[in-house]
Every structure is written in structure tokens, then in C-alpha cells.
């Protein structure tokens, strides 16, 4: 028989790639990872796991097993949401993981619905990057995650989890006030090539919509100055320190982009690059009673798309 606590291990290995790791998002020491693992090879009488000097991987059994482990262990999912549904489910804590912007745009706009037609879900809010929510509901860290589209992000057919389309919004070119462009009704990018660019950190989702925007225009951003913080951005831009481009949801937090305070903000020409923000929750917990209203209150506050006036 095959214990489903050593299931999650597995599939903790299959996405952290190393014991440490999946040990540390479990909470477990890296000891005891490796001899459930055993355990579990033991049990179904193959090795699952192969070590080398790049990490773990899975043999072709641990494949086979892991395709099973997703359907089982969203299958438990189902489960434990129908017993809480059956226990009424109607006061409890959430956990949720979301970027700043969306938190404004969608989370607390959420929690005020929350509060008149589910008083009894306390949600409990974490100010995380786009990319670092949906391995924290993976890891059983939270919830649900508010999270963005990005390269190598897990698609909508993951049999992990399970998506939930929130918004769209566009990014828009953020220029200083004295640039060439700052009169323009709408900027092309390819004709930012030789100037020098602000912008996310490597690794932040909003750095890769930019540098595959401009290299669909034909060119590698010269980035010159890094922050995460888009109210950062825009006041180093309008210094004159560069230029950028930002969501337009995140514009409503600066005052510069609104009152011609430095800056000239302008929509892209053609088409814009695009911010796609959804939901997830581990696959089958959207049917929790706990869950469930809280994903419907995330739609709920995210239509119609929330989009700014430049």
C-alpha cells in the first residue's frame, strides 16, 4: 500500500529538483526525505529516483508514479474539500500569496466582498513576487496564489493546479518628460533601442514581458537600472535616468504618471505587451467550501478589467 504522505515527497522532489530543497519546503531534514523516498521505492518495488551531481531526477517508474500522484493527490484535494463541505466549512482561514499591485487591484476589493457575503473566512494576505506564489501553493505554503504569466510558468493544463483568469492589463512606455518621444500619441518601441532602459530584476515576471518585448521590436533593452518597485521606476525615469515600461495598474500608485510630474506616459504602438494575471489553487481545493467563495470573490472584484486612464 502506498502512503499518500510519501506521494507529496515525490512530487516535492519532481518540482525542487534536490532533496535539500523539497526538504526545506516541506519542513522536513533532507534525511528524512531520502528515507521516505526509499520507503516509497520499497513499496512499489522500483527505484523512482536517480542522484547525480546536478540534483535528483526521476527514473521512468518515478514518471509513471508522479502522473498518478498528481490525480491522487488532487483527488484528496476533492476529499477533504466535500468533509469540509459536509462540516459546513463556513468559518475557517485562508492563506493567499499575491504581488503588490494585484493586492490593490483585486485582493482587497475581494476581502471587503469577503465580508458581506462570507463573513466567517478570515483571508490571510502575503505580499509575494508573481513568480514565488505558485510554488508556495505547491509547497502547501498558502492557499491561494494571485499570480502572473512567465516564462516557464506552469501551464493552464498543469494537473497540478488549477487556474483562474483574473485580468489583462497592458504595459504602457514610461518616458522622461524632456525625451524625444515624450510628445508622441503612442511609442514605437524599436525606436527606444539606443536608449538606456529601467526595469525589473532578471528572474521578476514584469522583466521578462519587457525584455521579449523589445526583442520582438528588434533589440536587447540596455538595462541600466534594476528595482522591483514600479513607483522606483517611474521616479528614476522621470530623473531622466532612463526609460521603462510598467503595467498600467501600476501607474495608479505614482503620482508622476498622473500629474506630468517628470515623466510622459504613452501607450506602445501596435501591439502592447501584456501583464496576464490569474489564480491557482492546488487541483480539486477549488471546490473547497473555504476556497471556493474566495476564488469567486477574486473574479468577482477582477471584472470588468481593471485598466487605467493615461
Not at 500619441?185 to 514581458?209: M, Q, S, Y
Not at 534594476?226 to 521606476?233: L, N
Not at 500629474?259 to 481545493?285: K, L, Q
Request: charged letters at 20%; hydrophobic letters at 45%; a negative charge.
Amino acid at each position: 500500500m502506498i502512503e499518500a504522505r510519501r506521494l507529496h515527497i515525490l512530487r516535492a522532489v519532481a518540482d525542487h529538483r534536490t532533496v535539500t530543497a523539497a526538504a526545506a519546503a516541506l519542513y522536513l531534514t533532507p534525511s528524512a526525505v531520502s528515507q521516505q523516498l526509499t520507503a516509497l521505492e520499497q513499496e512499489t518495488g522500483h527505484r523512482l529516483v536517480e542522484r547525480g551531481t546536478k540534483g535528483v531526477r526521476l527514473t521512468p517508474a518515478g514518471e509513471i508514479l508522479l502522473t498518478h500522484t498528481n490525480l491522487v493527490l488532487a483527488q484528496l484535494e476533492r476529499a477533504e474539500a466535500e468533509l469540509a463541505a459536509y462540516g459546513s466549512g463556513a468559518a475557517g482561514q485562508v492563506d493567499l500569496a499575491s504581488f503588490a499591485t494585484g493586492i490593490g487591484l483585486v485582493v482587497a476589493p475581494a476581502l471587503s466582498r469577503l465580508g458581506r457575503t462570507a463573513p466567517g473566512i478570515r483571508v490571510r494576505v502575503k505580499d509575494t513576487e508573481g513568480d514565488a506564489s505558485l510554488p508556495m501553493v505547491l509547497d502547501r505554503e498558502t492557499d491561494v496564489a494571485v499570480a502572473v504569466e512567465y516564462r516557464g510558468a506552469p501551464g493552464e493544463d498543469d494537473p497540478r493546479l488549477t487556474r483562474v483568469p483574473l485580468y489583462a492589463e497592458p504595459f504602457d512606455a514610461v518616458l522622461p518628460e524632456g525625451h524625444r518621444l515624450a510628445g508622441a500619441e503612442r511609442v514605437p518601441l524599436a525606436e527606444l533601442a539606443k536608449d538606456t532602459w529601467i526595469g525589473p530584476f532578471p528572474g521578476n515576471p514584469c522583466h521578462d514581458v519587457v525584455v521579449l518585448a523589445c526583442e520582438h521590436a528588434g533589440f536587447a533593452p540596455r538595462m541600466q537600472h534594476f528595482s522591483d518597485d514600479f513607483r522606483a521606476v517611474v521616479a528614476l525615469a522621470s530623473a531622466g535616468a532612463g526609460v521603462a515600461l510598467v503595467p498600467r495598474s501600476a501607474l495608479l500608485g505614482t503620482d508622476d504618471a498622473h500629474s506630468g510630474g517628470g515623466v510622459a506616459v504613452h501607450p506602445v504602438e501596435d501591439i502592447a505587451p501584456t501583464r496576464r494575471v490569474f489564480a491557482a489553487v492546488r487541483r480539486g481545493a477549488e471546490e473547497h467550501p473555504l476556497i471556493s467563495p474566495v476564488l469567486a470573490a477574486l473574479t468577482e472584484a477582477a471584472r470588468p478589467p481593471t485598466e487605467a486612464t493615461v
